[in-house]
């Protein structure tokens, strides 16, 4: 299955969600102030949140006027490209090597299941991967990297429940060096109930990383699960604040209505969507492409 049939068969709960609200307004004659009212509701509806809803809507009404359009059927593929214009504004820093990705996020987004398929697809393109089992607080965290390690012939380098996360990072940097690893994923605790504590620590494995290894290639990705809504914009709030973010994973696009939140992620963050999740397949993590998840709703 090609990836627009992927995006497209995961993106079916947003799909029907927005088409059923959107699709009569394209059949009216008039773009009058009831088609852009009914149109911001359906917006706001799909999880596309104010600021990006707004910026959509504003950006219609110029290109209405200055292409003169009468019919409200015309203006959905100027509707769509503006769409797809917003969610590639952020540009996104493909991978160079050596790198290192920490991956962080609140527990249950499936930071560890993203990290078990991040490795298992640059093992297939041949890339020699080191985890970090980072996440020393989670009961049975590292067992769970672990299998997707052994899944993938990586190397897991971890320690006992309680230990210091920076030092099985730190651990995990040197063992990479030695080996000349291509790449280094680093798992990190999930827990937003106790704010400070967990984000000293990401700042810590932060400043370890790149005294350790600068001349790796660094990225910080959050995952954030797409059936939260728009709650995952808090959480990019407060990891970026603490760590300064470069890259975004979303999963479960399958399972949600709620796809138009990554509109709203685009208008409210300069952060780029590097991957998807729309499966529990190691295929079904896939590079984002902004006309393909368009294409995908309307």
């Given at each position: 299955m090609?990836?627009?049939s ?6 079916k ?11 009569y307004?394209?059949?009216k004659?008039?773009i ?165 504590n967990?984000?000293?620590?990401l ?20 995952v954030?699960?797409?059936t ?7 959480q ?16 479960k ?44 709703i309307?």
């Open positions: 090609g990836f627009f992927k995006i497209l068969e995961g993106l709960k947003t799909k029907q969600a927005f088409q059923n609200k959107i699709k307004i394209f059949t004659n008039e009058d102030a009831n088609f852009y009212e009914e149109l911001e509701a359906i917006l706001l509806s799909s999880d596309v949140g104010h600021t990006a809803t707004d910026r959509i809507l504003e950006e219609l009404k110029q290109q209405v006027k200055q292409k003169k359009l009468k019919n409200a059927e015309e203006t959905k593929n100027v509707l769509k490209d503006i769409m797809v214009s917003l969610l590639e504004e952020n540009e996104l820093a493909p991978f160079t090597y050596p790198c290192i990705l920490m991956v962080v996020g609140v527990n249950g987004v499936g930071k560890t299941t993203t990290i078990g398929k991040l490795a298992a697809q640059f093992t297939k393109q041949k890339k020699n991967v080191v985890i970090a089992a980072g996440d020393t607080f989670r009961a049975a965290a590292s067992e769970q990297l672990a299998v997707w390690a052994d899944r993938s012939k990586v190397k897991i380098v971890k320690n006992s429940a309680g230990a210091d996360a920076g030092a099985v990072v730190f651990d995990a940097i040197q063992s990479a060096k030695a080996k000349q690893a291509d790449v280094v994923i680093v798992d990190t605790a999930g827990r937003l109930h106790n704010k400070s967990l984000m000293e620590e700042k810590k494995i932060d400043r370890i990383i790149q005294r350790e290894y600068p001349q790796a290639s660094y990225h910080k990705l959050i954030l699960d797409a939260t809504g728009q709650n995952a914009l808090e990019v709030e407060v990891f970026d604040e603490a760590i300064g973010l470069t890259d975004i994973v979303i999963t696009l399958d399972g949600t209505a709620k796809g138009g939140v990554l509109l709203s992620l685009a208008a409210e963050y300069t952060l780029p969507v590097r991957a998807v999740g729309v499966g529990e397949g190691v295929e079904d993590l896939i590079p984002f492409s902004a006309k393909d998840f368009v294409d995908s309307f």
